[in-house]
């Protein structure tokens, strides 16, 4: 099992969540978080004020899958979360010892 973390720009969501729909993924886990990379925020005007915005609203996805999933996940996620410009994210994808279902107590691939 692969364990896949997407940080990607909040309005691409809804593009990435139907994707994965559409090759079967039957759940994931989003969380607001905030961050930068290269692009090291941006400055804005508030009120006639200058200031620095250093971390920038992303979100984060998690995926659970099998393993024979895992490229089709991330290149779903790669093609509908780019917008080929700087602070598009990032993708990880981890090895998942093992999954446990909490209702029926089912491990592995049968809890994903």
Sequence with gaps: M???EAII???KLDDVREALNEIGVS???VSEVKG???QKGHTEIYRGAEY???FLPKVKLEV???DDMADAVVEAIRSKASSNE???GKIFVRELLDAI???TGEHGDDAV
């Design 2 to 4: 692969r364990l896949i």
């Design 9 to 11: 720009k909040p309005f």
């Design 27 to 29: 759940g994931l886990t």
């Design 36 to 38: 930068f990379g290269r």
């Design 52 to 54: 620095v915005v250093d």
């Design 64 to 66: 659970a899958v099998k």
């Design 86 to 88: 700087i602070g598009d």
């Design 101 to 103: 279902r909490i209702r």
